[in-house]
Every structure is written in C-alpha cells, then in structure tokens.
C-alpha cells in the first residue's frame, strides 16, 4: 500500500512515543528511535554497572500507584549505585506489560520515572517494552561513573574499622508489616503509619553520600536484604566478622512505637529487607572525615559497631550484653 | 545464633553461586559478589548500549531448551551491537523464575549462556535473580565500545545510498510459522524443515560485520520487526524512502521451498520478525569496500535497493515491476 501515508510504527513504538520519548532529552537516547544508546564516559573514569527489578505480586503492592512504582524501580537501583561511591550517568528502562495496562497508568508511570531521572541528574537512555501474560514488570539497568580504580566495594573492609549506617533502619520491613496487616499498627498514630508506610514504598537513595564513601570507605554495600543478612554478606567478602551493639542500631520515632508496643518486631527491623541504606566500613582514621563528608551531604550516620579478625557469624549484642539469637537472619525472595 | 558457621547466604546467593558464578570470569564481575560490576571503557571509546528481553509464551516456546532460550536472548542484544558497528565488552542478565524451575533447566540455561558468551567475546558482568508468579522471563543489557562518535545510526541514510542486507531474510518467520503448525512444512525436506526451525530459535548475530559498517555504511539496524517494518523505521529516522526489489531480497533454499509450496507466505518472509539480519545503507561509492569487508569476515550481504528523496512509505516492487500492498507491514507484540 505504497499509497498511504508513512506508518506511524506498531504499538510499542507509539506508545514509546507518547510516553517514554519525552523523559530521553539526553542525546546518548537518540530520542529512543535507535537500537542502542551511546555513552560517552568521561575521560579516566570506570562505569559501574547495576540491575535490579521490580515484579508486581513479589516487590510491590498490585494496588501501588503507577509512579511510585517507576520511582521505587530507578531508586534501588541508585541505591546501588550510590554505595560503589559512584554518581549517576544514566539508565535503560525495560518493562514487561499485561495486556490490560491502560494510558493512564503508563503516563503516571512515566511522570514518576520522569521526576526521578531528573531529581536524581540520572537520564533515561534507552530500554525495551514487552507484553506479558504474567504480572508487570520493570526492570531498570543503572550506569555510573566514578574515577578509575575507585569503586567502593564489600571486600575492603579490614579488621579495626568502624560499621556505620544511614539513616534509620527497619523502617520498610516494619511498612511491609504493615501493609500486609493493617491491625499491627494500630498502636501508632497516623503519622507513624505513613512514615513507615512510605519508607516501605519510597526509598531514598543515598546518592549524596557516593563522594564521601570513595574517599573515606573502605567497604560498602547498600542494605537491601536487611542489615543481619547483608552485614554477613559484607563480612564474608572482606574475610571479617562483626559486632554490632543493636542498641546503636539507628531506628525512628515510628520504629520504636512499634517495637514498644510489638517487642517480637524489635528482630524484624534488623532482618527486614528494603531499607536501601547504607552499610559501611570506615577505618577509625577517616572517621571524622565521614562524618563530616556525611552531614555535608546533610545524610544521618550512626556508628553501630566495630570488624573485627575472624570468619564467625557477626553477632548482634543486646543491650544485655548478650549476643541475639534470630529465627530468619535475612530476607530472601527464594 | 552465633555459634553456627558462617550463613551460606540466601537461596538466590547459593543459585547464583552455582549457576552464574562460573560464567563471571571477568575481573569487572567482581565474581557476581558485590553490588554492581565495574567496567572501564578503552580511552577514546564510547559505550553503545542496549536492553532486550525474552519471555516465555511471548518470544519463545515454554517447550523450547533452555540453553537455546540463554543464547538467543544474548544474541537479539549482540545483533543490536553488531548493528551499531560496535564490540561487544559484556553483559548484565537479569531473570525472573517461577518458582518451578529446577537445577537441571538452571544448569542448562547457564551452559548456553556461557557458550555464547565465549563464543562472541562478551562477558557475563552482572545481573539479578528474582521469583515471579508469571512465566520465565531474561533481560539482558549488553554493552558495546566504538571509536568515540562512530556508532552507526539509523538516522544517517542518504538519497542515493544502496540498501543492503546480510544472510537471508525471513526464515525465521517461516520456521515460526512451521512451529505453530507442522503441516505447514510438509512439502519441505527435513533438512529445510530443520533449518527455518533452526533460524527461528537461534539467530546468528553479524557482529562480524560491526567494524565494516563503522566503516562504510550510513545507517544500519538489525532486523528484528520484520524487513518491511525495520526498512520503514531506517526510512523515517532518515527522512528518505526507499524502493526495494523483491526479487533481489536473498531467501534460502528452504524459504524458497516453502513459497513455492504457498505463495501467500511470501508477504511473511518479508514482514515477519526475528531476522536479526543487518539492514544498512550504503553511499555507493563505499560499496565495494563495504563488500570486501563482508567477504573477509564470510558473510553475505545482498544488494537490495536504494534509497530516494521523499517520505512516503517504502515501496517493495514485485518481479511484475508494481509495488507489492502488504496485508500487515510490520511485526509487533503489541
């Protein structure tokens, strides 16, 4: 039909078009009407490399808003990038679409992302959009950029250094609770509920902190899996073990609520998943330097224990002195 | 429990380790033991970046092998970055399992990965491992590297430039069509049978062809939507059109078989998907060059048009010298 006007394109190019297309104003995103992206690294630096993905039923709620999904989806990944002490550069965006995925939901979905590229000076650059039979979902390939032979890593950590954390922890793993019962927080107020709620569906990547983290870290990794289980990752990597005083452990106001009035909660904040802070070694020099670096940034850090020689599980000691014996160390999806 | 041994980590950490671990020779990898993957770009490069995914039901066979299911999601990716004109440096792979995969399907599906990924020199840097309730799905991100502003666009054609494409076009339409309905193929051999089949699960991606299209092509893409479809999306980025002579398109033996048989399957041959041939553009004078550099690497590339001014749709003219009207153009899940 050589007749009519130029085709438009299938269905996954228009819907490119109308939604995806406008948050690609880097040029590497050729206006996502390649193949491929391009990148141009700046001179002298490594690129870090992460993937993490969000599957509706198993990472978020069925009945979570659009935006808040895309956002949640570009932020873990940040997350990640943040802890290798690396600044954002760019991401590629594939999702997987149930065939009843409306306008509506595709325009919210990219409104979030759109925000968030921009908050966080990290562009689209380019991705792949599928339908599904299954459940939706979103995978984001994040890039960042970091001076040659610098990136932070979880095997750096030596005997000596002191373990710090951002902000608060347990909160999403306590939000979770939450979603999953509506009654377990009927103790807080309604504040308290949405600080934890939103902590589950929102988390903050700590990007503000990549600098301070390559110059002063030693190891680092960002808490995805719950502090219990990625502390034994990171101890297991640099060869160490750890103590942690659990009454250091940093948790907020609405944390607390809860554990005051739940004490069998008190384990699950420091064995939940989706905190998305940061856990890191220092050595004892730099620490000062950290802090320093970390308020700056204008980003909380607390001291919540020591590495020390040896490959034993690292130990969590109560404010009895004793050492916390947990019935699920860490959170997994398998 | 401070007492027991060390954790071994969760279940996607021991999956990980067993499967994926092996594969991730690279120092960049870091083992698949840290949080993200480290890549640094030869000086002067740029990095060419794409993202492709598989699902099962939707892209392949649930039935099909799961080593044939690894190599074909590398590849669709490598064919974007042989398209481009780029060298493939690594890639990220990200999965989502139902819960009833099992070890044997695992160790296969890691078996082909790491075949391929030595075959075309592209390492295993990454990636991330999650349950779904939906079917299997892969992701993969693949990276390229290029001279820095070399990549081969689709938006640099040219009136007057020859189209060419590599290999032969629609086979694997054809094969699809023989795996959605075996009568179909009953008046081919076994041999032509075996390879339309063949060419449906397992494209071969031209990266062989990368560094000559850098050199003498305009604008290239790989085939994956089909040559009517793809030809239109390489005419619009470049604000040409094009008219094509079907009978110049190379079809194989077993194609030809199969028209023969049912002529109406030749609009499929040229408008199904999963080519992943190369479709380029060549200035005329860059021809035989073009050519030389195809011979040298072995594979066949066939002239099959021009390219004009104008942007109107792409016309392909039959053998009775009057364009062809398609009854749908182009290839598209959605």
Redesign the interface.
């Known amino acids: ?2 007749e ?4 438009a ?5 228009r ?1 490119i078009a109308r939604h995806f297309a406008p948050l690609a104003r880097h040029p590497g995103a ?1 206006g996502l ?9 700046p ?1 002298g ?9 969000i ?1 509706v ?3 978020v709620f069925p009945e979570d808003p659009a935006d808040a999904i895309a956002r949640r989806a570009l932020r873990v990944n940040l997350s ?2 943040a ?2 002490g ?1 600044k954002p550069a760019g991401f ?3 999702v ?1 679409l149930p065939a009843q995925t409306n306008d509506e939901w595709l325009a919210a979905f990219a409104r979030g992302l759109g925000a968030d590229a921009e908050r966080y000076d990290c562009p689209l ?11 939706l ?1 979103v ?1 984001i ?1 994040a ?2 950029t970091l001076p ?1 032979g610098t ?1 932070v ?3 750096g950590a030596r005997p000596g250094d002191v373990l710090i954390v951002t902000g608060t922890i347990g909160d999403a793993a306590l939000g979770l609770t939450l979603r999953k019962d509506e009654r377990a927080g009927a103790s807080l107020t309604g504040a308290q509920r949405g600080h934890l709620l939103g902590r589950y569906l929102l988390p903050e990547p700590r990007t503000g902190l990549a600098e301070t983290l390559r110059a002063h870290a030693s190891a680092a ?2 808490i995805s ?1 719950g502090l219990a ?1 990625d502390l ?2 990171l ?3 640099s060869g160490v073990t750890a103590q942690i005083e659990v009454g250091r452990v940093p948790l907020s106001d609405a944390a607390n609520a809860l554990i005051a009035a739940q004490p069998a909660l008190g384990e699950r904040a420091l064995t939940g998943g989706d905190d998305y802070e940061i856990l890191a070694a220092v050595p004892a020099g730099n620490l000062d330097a950290l802090r320093a670096g970390a308020a700056a940034a204008g980003i909380a850090v607390s001291e919540i224990g020591r590495l020390t020689a040896g ?3 690292p ?1 969590f000691i109560g404010t009895d002195k004793r ?1 916390l ?2 019935q699920r ?6």
């Open positions: 039909m050589s009519r006007p130029p085709a394109g299938s269905g996954e190019d819907l050729l009407a390649d193949d491929a992206a391009v990148l141009t690294p001179p630096c490594d690129l870090v490399l992460t993937t993490d993905g599957i039923g198993v990472h990640d990038i802890a290798k690396a590629l965006l594939a997987a650059l380019g991705g792949d959009t599928d339908r599904t039979q299954g459940p979902s995978s390939t890039f960042g040659a990136m890593r979880r095997s990794l960002d899996d289980g034994a990752k101890c297991r990597a490959n034993a599980a130990e050492p014996a947990f160390p860490s959170y997994s999806h398998f």
